[in-house]
């Protein structure tokens, strides 16, 4: 069983910077790839970047490209969001979320962070 916890999250004005952290334990090695998600207040959540645990291939989604960067650090079982040039509209709870190699979805979950950013 693979528990998530995320940590980083907070408040920040428009411009700056967080980086998130999505400790992993239980059976990292039951892990093919790791994703972070956020859910606006009054919207659905979505898919804002993701990394395959062992080959480090990347996704990040049009919004973020290029503010967001996703990386992972094997050695701690922690993979990381880091988040630049924040807007308003970044302001979501973040989720991060792993998916095993047998299925293509996501199927454990972190508890979620708060990212607020202000104008």
């Known amino acids: 069983q693979v528990q998530l916890v995320e940590s980083g999250g907070g408040l920040v004005q428009a411009g700056g910077s967080l980086r998130l952290s999505c400790a992993a334990s239980?059976?990292?090695?039951?892990?093919?790839?790791v994703g972070w998600f956020r859910q606006p207040p009054g919207k659905e959540r979505e898919l804002v970047a993701a990394?395959?645990?062992?080959?480090?291939?990347?996704y990040s989604a049009d919004p973020v490209k290029g503010r967001f960067t996703i990386f992972r650090d094997n050695a701690k079982n922690t993979v990381y969001l880091q988040m630049i040039s924040l807007k308003p509209e970044d302001t979501a709870v973040y989720y991060c979320?792993?998916?095993?190699?047998?299925?293509?979805?996501?199927?454990?979950w972190g508890q979620g962070t708060q990212v607020t950013v202000s104008s």
């Open positions: 239980g059976l990292p090695s039951n892990i093919y790839a």
């Open positions: 979320a792993s998916r095993p190699p047998e299925r293509n979805e996501y199927d454990h």
């Open positions: 990394i395959t645990w062992s080959g480090g291939s990347t």
